[in-house]
């Protein structure tokens, strides 16, 4: 029993003893009890708050945690909050079956297993994931959906809906879009896009994956929240970030797929987002929502099932072809982004009771998102996304894989080791980037926390610092490096010339991920100098340059000068190429 219980029980059970001594010998027992229940009753509920107070602070802490013990507390708080709750809800909680989307997970999953994980009454270490994500996912967009973070492309479009006469849209409706808007703006953004199938080194010992899946393929390759925590991803990738967004929003959203006919090959094309009656198109790939007839705000799927020229001005003559035409989209299925976990009673029940400052979405009811995209002309049914429960199972292969293989586990870790580890070289790095992604930009002096902008300025080591890590052994040890016993000159240098990679990638992602927080900020002209003069200076170019070239040209347009975004834009690469040069368009309108 911590302190603080013990000094509630002591209180609750001075307080029964004043109220005997009161009572005296009289026969008041009946009225006595029910004094006595309440007051149990309520030091039941002040413990069971403690403990969900607990973990949500863990949670909040969770970057500077052993990612081991982290789980094991928080399996601990969870688990003494659960047990103290009424026995009729866990009554109730027992009585409830997997939802009916849950079948569609047994493609991939065993049926047995995933009753397991779906119906367990218990909390387990494999359930943190899930709250981590939705903790963080729901600080994002807390702080995302607010005025000033509208994409100035639909600002008009915006303005007509809500000045149009009432009926056409309600107020709480063109919310949801406008929230919907921003969101998939900041995905965007903020997440570097990456082509589909990943570089792999020649030679690279290949993990035994099932049939179907193939090495660093689309979508599985990351979770939504490394995805989110690296900031960077392919398509569908985004498309996890932007559906995890969504859901802390409370708007219900999936992933389209056209199906075959012949094999049952499903492929994503956009993502949905449900207003209303109506399902809003956006696609990550091109970095857009899909424009409405005209080119004007944004298309519904009943526009682009009825109007040609809505998939149509996807493409770029002469340029970049989109792939599907109003024809193949007749027809999709509505994948949603959940795992086993998220429709789990248990997470229900903790959901419910989290209030205020600590709410977030940990369930999905998904009978009812179901049936209402499914009453969506052109919802061909509605499935559970596989994508985010085959980067679980992909994960582990590779992890297991880089256990037996040296040569992998190098390759498969150093990739984001400056960010992920925990030594020195990576701490600033991390801790800039968990304030930068829960909105805390400034230090609090009040607080004594520092924000993401000082974090990034300590991460970005002076070349003379990174250059004399050869010679600097007080460096050496901050950076964990060490000459062995017996490691040869040639080793030792290859140690070396790796840690001082490392230090200058970091540097470089500190630099680009500052010129974010400036654009996020509101300092465009600031955030457009640390984009044109660090990050694509041409000898600090680094795989954030794609994005970077982007995000200037976004920088540009809010300073009012159209024209120098409109020429930035019109790149021709195979990963921003083909948005890029939308966006050039819409802007020459």
């Known amino acids: 029993m911590t302190s603080n219980s013990f000094q509630r029980y002591l209180i609750a059970a001075s307080t029964s003893l004043a109220l005997i001594a009161a009572v005296g010998c009289t026969d008041d027992t009946a009225t006595l009890r029910r004094i006595q229940t309440k007051r149990q009753v309520a030091l039941q509920e002040s413990t069971r708050q403690d403990h969900l107070g607990e973990t949500v602070a863990l949670l909040g802490q969770y970057v500077s945690l052993n990612e081991q013990k982290a789980r094991q507390q928080i399996t601990y708080h969870l688990n003494q909050w659960n047990n103290q709750r009424p026995e009729a809800d866990k009554q109730k909680q027992a009585a409830q079956t997997p939802p009916k989307i849950a079948e569609t997970l047994t493609d991939i999953v065993e049926e047995a297993k995933l009753n397991e994980v779906i119906l367990h009454d218990a909390f387990t270490p494999s359930d943190v994931p899930l709250l981590r994500d939705a903790y963080l996912f729901n600080k994002v967009w807390s702080w995302i959906d607010s005025p000033g973070r509208d994409d100035p492309l639909f600002a008009s479009w915006l303005k007509t809906l809500r000045d149009d006469?009432?009926?056409e849209m309600s107020d709480a409706d063109i919310d949801r879009l406008q929230t919907a808007m921003r969101l998939f703006d900041w995905t965007v953004r903020n997440i570097a896009l990456e082509p589909d199938q990943a570089l792999v080194p020649p030679n690279m010992p290949q993990p035994n994956l099932p049939p179907g899946i193939s090495f660093e393929g689309p979508g599985y390759r990351q979770t939504d929240f490394q995805t989110l925590w690296r900031g960077r991803g392919d398509w569908l990738q985004r498309s996890g970030v932007f559906t995890s967004l969504l859901t802390q929003a409370g708007i219900p959203c999936a992933v389209l797929a056209t199906q075959s006919a012949d094999t049952g090959q499903r492929t994503p094309w956009s993502v949905g987002v449900l207003i209303g009656d109506q399902i809003y198109l956006f696609q990550p790939q091109i970095g857009l929502p899909i424009p409405g007839p005209d080119q004007?705000?944004?298309a519904t799927l009943a526009e682009a099932r009825k109007d040609a020229s809505v998939m149509r001005r996807l493409d770029v003559a002469g340029f970049f072809d989109f792939p599907l035409s109003r024809t193949d989209i007749q027809q999709s299925v509505a994948l949603l982004n959940i795992r086993a976990e998220t429709i789990s009673p248990r997470m229900k029940a903790l959901q419910s009771s989290l209030t205020g400052d600590r709410r977030m979405?940990?369930?999905?009811d998904t009978d009812d998102w179901s049936k209402r995209l499914d009453d969506v002309s052109g919802i061909a049914g509605v499935r559970a996304w596989l994508i985010p429960t085959i980067s679980e199972m992909y994960a582990v292969v590779l992890d297991m894989l880089a256990e037996r293989d040296p040569l992998f586990s190098f390759w498969h870790r150093s990739r984001n080791a400056i960010l992920e580890n925990e030594d020195a070289s990576g701490n600033n790095l991390a801790k800039g980037r968990w304030q930068h992604l829960i909105g805390h930009f400034a230090d609090d002096d009040i607080e004594?926390?520092?924000?993401a902008r000082t974090y990034y300025?300590?991460?970005r080591a002076p070349e003379f610092e990174i250059d004399d890590l050869r010679i600097n052994v007080e460096l050496q040890k901050q950076y964990g490096i060490r000459r062995g016993l017996g490691?040869?000159?040639e080793d030792y240098n290859r140690q070396l010339n790796q840690v001082q990679g490392f230090m200058?990638?970091?540097k470089r992602t500190a630099t680009y991920w500052l010129a974010l927080v400036q654009y996020d900020d509101g300092r465009y002209e600031t955030a457009n100098n640390w984009l044109t003069k660090r990050v694509l200076d041409e000898e600090q170019l680094s795989h954030w340059?794609?994005?970077?070239?982007?995000?200037?040209?976004r920088s540009e347009e809010l300073e009012g000068d159209v024209e120098a975004a409109i020429e930035r834009l019109k790149t021709d690469g195979p990963v921003y190429g083909h948005g890029n040069r939308l966006r050039a368009r819409l802007l020459g309108k």
């Open 361 to 364: 979405t940990l369930w999905i």
């Open 487 to 489: 490691m040869s000159p």
């Open 457 to 459: 300025l300590e991460q």
């Open 448 to 451: 004594g926390q520092q924000g």
């Open 296 to 298: 004007v705000g944004i």
């Open 165 to 167: 006469p009432p009926g």
């Open 504 to 506: 200058r990638l970091g």
């Open 545 to 553: 340059q794609d994005a970077a070239i982007y995000n200037a040209a």
